[in-house]
């Protein structure tokens, strides 16, 4: 069985260890790091390996994430490597693909790209969309916000209600897209500088931080201008 892998930030490929064949054991510190793992935390803690790779740090814990889960990610995360069974049927399947491109390798590796192509175009374009709706959603509570400057009245405070149904609805679309993190941890380490900025610049892939921060901004402002007037 070829194990599971991830590339890190750097180029650099590692293995991340197996349970029973079944089980992938993904480091909770990695899973809150990349946005390409957060999707993992929804899932139970597993024992710490002996004999996993050293570059890994499973110091804060490990993910117990299921093999068949972890290759529908990886069809469409492009830092992550599927594990796959060795069995005589994907011997032959091989044999076969190898003869195929042999005999046409122009269009075995035109078809292979461009499906992955369009997977991955499709998956990004639907995470940059949700970003751009959150985003929007930022700016109109900030416009909302500004409107209160003279005043909190009735109509004010039911564009407040809308712009969190709004929140629900594009929250509710992240979580079926599967786009940015489908769970925040209960609790976690701090983050350092570079970790920080890392996930500052992928704020495009992650809908629902966006959100968390244009509701805080919303509830706190509202909260601020009550207690002033």
Same mark, same amino acid.
């Given at each position: 069985?070829?194990?599971?892998?991830?590339?890190?930030?750097?180029?650099?490929?590692?293995?991340?260890?197996?349970?029973?064949?079944?089980?992938?054991?993904?480091?909770?510190?990695?899973?809150?790091?990349?946005?390409?793992?957060?999707?993992?935390?929804?899932?139970?803690?597993?024992?710490?390996?002996?004999?996993?790779?050293?570059?890994?740090?499973?110091?804060?814990?490990?993910?117990?994430?299921?093999?068949?889960?972890?290759?529908?990610? $990886?069809?469409?995360?492009?830092?992550?490597?599927?594990?796959?069974?060795?069995?005589?049927?994907?011997?032959?399947?091989?044999?076969?693909?190898?003869?195929?491109?042999?005999?046409?390798?122009?269009?075995?590796?035109?078809?292979?790209?461009?499906?992955?192509?369009?997977?991955?175009?499709?998956?990004?374009? $639907?995470?940059?969309?949700?970003?751009?709706?959150?985003?929007?959603?930022?700016?109109?509570?900030?416009?909302?916000?500004?409107?209160?400057?003279?005043?909190?009245?009735?109509?004010?405070?039911?564009?407040?209600?809308?712009?969190?149904?709004?929140?629900?609805?594009?929250?509710?679309?992240?979580?079926?897209?599967? $786009?940015?993190?489908?769970?925040?941890?209960?609790?976690?380490?701090?983050?350092?500088?570079?970790?920080?900025?890392?996930?500052?610049?992928?704020?495009?892939?992650?809908?629902?931080?966006?959100?968390?921060?244009?509701?805080?901004?919303?509830?706190?402002?509202?909260?601020?201008?009550?207690?002033?007037?």
């Amino acid at each position: 069985m070829s194990p599971p892998r991830y590339r890190t930030l750097d180029g650099e490929e590692v293995e991340l260890p197996l349970a029973m064949e079944r089980w992938v054991l993904v480091p909770r510190g990695l899973a809150r790091f990349d946005p390409e793992l957060a999707w993992a935390l929804d899932y139970e803690d597993a024992p710490e390996p002996e004999d996993a790779d050293p570059r890994l740090d499973f110091s804060a814990g490990a993910l117990l994430v299921p093999v068949g889960r972890w290759n529908e990610r $990886a069809e469409l995360e492009p830092n992550l490597a599927p594990c796959r069974a060795e069995t005589s049927q994907s011997s032959r399947h091989r044999i076969a693909s190898a003869a195929t491109t042999a005999t046409h390798p122009g269009r075995a590796r035109g078809n292979d790209s461009a499906s992955l192509t369009v997977a991955r175009l499709a998956a990004r374009g $639907a995470a940059l969309a949700l970003a751009a709706l959150a985003a929007t959603y930022v700016l109109g509570v900030a416009a909302w916000l500004w409107s209160l400057r003279d005043g909190i009245s009735g109509p004010h405070v039911s564009t407040g209600v809308m712009l969190i149904g709004i929140a629900v609805l594009l929250a509710w679309l992240a979580g079926v897209a599967g $786009a940015g993190s489908e769970g925040a941890p209960a609790h976690g380490r701090g983050r350092t500088w570079v970790e920080l900025a890392v996930a500052v610049a992928r704020s495009r892939d992650d809908p629902l931080a966006i959100l968390r921060l244009g509701l805080a901004v919303q509830v706190t402002g509202f909260a601020v201008l009550v207690l002033l007037r």
